[in-house]
């Protein structure tokens, strides 16, 4: 299933400028209001994907495909296509400029000597807490590189496992590879700073986006819990079989380097902050808008050693390298991403709310069992490559639409998001086990079936029994 978008040289340049394009005039509108910018965002996007279309993979080819055929229909059934096409394209465009902040973000992370410190230090924990210090760090890490974070701990963790007995190194990689892939998806769960909870409150009117948030988090650590339990009752046996062997101290902890990566996250929360109170806007909106700021400063504090002017000049370089290569290499997921947005818009629009309605009518009485369906429909969509932003955006989009549904939106919110947090360990075909499997040369089915098969179905239990106890506070 992986595929790849590989602009020619040529037009690298040309998608860069056309994504900073998008980004400039989605922040123009969802930060200080400027509503006529969505044209010129849906005009730069489209020119975007028209770029595109003489390198496009098999999965973009199809996205796109089915994009072209839900414009038509939206067109033929629909009195006013133009309203649900602008809509589609407003939520594309705010994908786009979602990730690719958050992936300037990710590329500055990935050169902070801080990170890689405090990678090396959570692969080199012991044994008796080396489970919760991956997949914590694997969550607190994921907040600033998202996807990044496995491109760092996966080769490091494989490194550090080769050495010695094949058959230890074999569970040693299961271990701390399912850790990471556990921990890091709870991101979903809470942070603002994630795609996710970027759609839940767009998507859905009435969302409580601080209960959503603390929900989140104390569901993200009974995901610990239920992670850290599978892990022990699996591997009980093998644990007290080596429990006599000596092993070296752990390394010292890198307290300068946690003191950086507490300095950039609380100067990235207090920027959010203060945009947020500054232009009263939304905390997405807000945090788009703080990214690129906060980016700016660390790149400039991390070449400080040439000087302030030399600090600035690299800054400007990196700056300039984000728009005419990054951008253009995350043309991949931009497009993935943003046409699944788009597509689901457009399925939810062309759904109609009485076929709907007509199909949970007979879970209106059973509104726990209309949750475990909405939970569970997300990661086993995902189980045929079925891309989770489609799934919650349709599942969503239709759902809001029905007159009296039995779950309220924080709640529904906290479903959709569970769905996706679950579908990322338990599905061969999601991007975290492609790039592990593609990392250490694994099978996708071997990382998500047989190693985090169990915790999958234990984790989905769990959420059910939380969101059913939630809905009732």
Not at 353 to 368: G, K
Not at 409 to 430: D, E, H, K, R
């Amino acid at each position: 299933m992986a595929s790849q978008i590989q602009p020619a040289l040529p037009a690298r340049p040309v998608l860069g400028l056309a994504l900073l394009l998008v980004v400039l005039a989605t922040l123009a509108e969802r930060a200080f209001g400027l509503h006529e910018a969505q044209y010129v965002a849906a005009a730069a996007y489209l020119a975007f994907v028209l770029g595109c279309l003489h390198r496009l993979g098999r999965r973009e080819a199809i996205l796109l495909s089915v994009a072209a055929l839900l414009t038509a229909l939206a067109i033929l059934w629909q009195d006013d296509p133009l309203a649900i096409l602008l809509q589609g394209l407003d939520t594309a465009t705010y994908m786009a400029t979602f990730l690719l902040t958050l992936g300037m973000l990710r590329t500055a992370a990935a050169t902070s000597p801080a990170v890689l410190e405090c990678g090396i230090y959570l692969t080199q924990q012991p044994p008796g807490r080396r489970y919760a210090a991956l997949h914590v760090g694997g969550h607190l890490l994921g907040l600033l590189l998202n996807f990044g974070v496995l491109n760092l701990l996966g080769p490091m963790i494989r490194r550090g496992v080769e050495s010695g007995d094949p058959a230890l190194a074999e569970i040693r990689e299961q271990r701390q590879i399912s850790a990471v892939l556990r921990g890091f998806p709870t991101i979903l769960l809470w942070s603002p700073a994630t795609i996710t909870q970027a759609l839940m409150i767009s998507l859905l009117p009435g969302v409580d986006a601080a209960r959503l948030l603390t929900l989140g988090l104390v569901l993200t650590l009974i995901m610990l819990g239920v992670g850290w339990l599978e892990d022990r009752v699996r591997w009980h046996k093998f644990q007290r079989a080596r429990a006599h062997i000596k092993r070296p101290p752990p390394p010292p902890a890198p307290w300068r380097a946690f003191g950086g990566m507490a300095f950039i996250c609380l100067a990235l929360a207090g920027s959010v902050v203060l945009v947020k109170l500054a232009l009263d806007i939304p905390i997405v909106p807000a945090l788009i808008t703080a990214i690129p700021c906060v980016v700016l400063v660390w790149i400039v504090l991390q070449n400080t050693g040439g000087g302030l002017t030399g600090a600035v000049a690299a800054a400007a370089q990196r700056l300039r390298q984000i728009v005419t290569m990054s951008f253009p290499n995350a043309s991949p997921e931009t497009l993935t991403l943003s046409s699944s947005a788009f597509i689901g818009v457009l399925v939810a629009a062309l759904l109609p709310p009485e076929l709907v309605a007509a199909a949970i009518r007979p879970l209106e009485d059973q509104p726990l069992l209309l949750l475990a369906i909405i939970i569970a429909i997300v990661p086993l969509a995902s189980q045929i490559a079925f891309n989770p932003i489609i799934s919650v955006v349709v599942l969503g989009g239709a759902l809001i639409r029905v007159p009296g549904l039995p779950v309220e939106p924080t709640i529904l919110a906290l479903a959709l998001a569970s769905g996706w947090m679950l579908a990322l360990p338990g599905s061969p075909f999601s991007i975290p086990c492609l790039i592990l499997g593609r990392l250490l040369n694994r099978p996708g089915t071997q990382i998500s079936w047989r190693w985090n098969g169990v915790y999958t179905l234990m984790a989905y239990a769990t959420v059910l029994g939380f969101i059913g106890c939630a809905r009732l506070l």
